[in-house]
């Protein structure tokens, strides 16, 4: 959805059931022909392990170069909070966001990095981009310390 039809901002909008319930919604970016990039920082991201039901957490970082449509805020925080109560594997909750925003707002390039919080003391980090980042993106490192006692 993309412009004046938004439905969740302005007032209280309740937290999806599942991922699968929420809606990503849009605006028009009012820089289209301008290359830059938008970073979306969830450091308290949670979803459930799908086989023991045990909380999961991570510190999710999205940048992407937007075309046409920007994602509006409210609505990603709804969508991330959906999973809050969803059982996936991490990796299948990294591509699952990635995908889903794409298919949102179209963007020029995305990616997306998972840093997931040990469990039995091995961390998962999981990384996805749409491809080759446009030519003349400036790309910050994503900043996320790595977890101590890796290496």
């Not at 004046?4 to 809606?23: E, F, K």
């Not at 039901?53 to 991570?58: I, K, L, V």
């Not at 699952?96 to 179209?106: G, K, P, Q």
Request: glycine fraction near 10%; charge should be neutral.
């Amino acid at each position: 959805m993309t412009g004046s039809g938004l439905t969740q901002l302005g007032h209280a909008a309740a937290l999806p059931a599942g991922p699968d319930r929420a809606v990503l919604e849009t605006v028009a970016n009012p820089h289209p022909d301008s290359l830059y990039l938008v970073r979306f920082a969830a450091p308290e991201f949670t979803s459930l392990c799908p086989i023991t039901g045990q909380p999961d957490f991570a510190h999710l970082v999205i940048d992407y170069a937007p075309a046409a449509a920007l994602v509006e805020s409210k609505s990603l925080k709804l969508f991330l909070g959906s999973f809050r109560n969803h059982g996936a594997f991490h990796e299948d909750c990294t591509l699952t966001i990635a995908r889903r925003l794409v298919a949102a707002c179209a963007p020029r390039w995305l990616r997306i990095g998972g840093y997931w919080y040990p469990r039995g003391g091995i961390p998962i980090d999981v990384f996805w981009q749409t491809g080759v980042p446009p030519e003349g993106l400036w790309l910050p490192d994503q900043g996320v310390p790595p977890y101590r006692g890796r290496g």
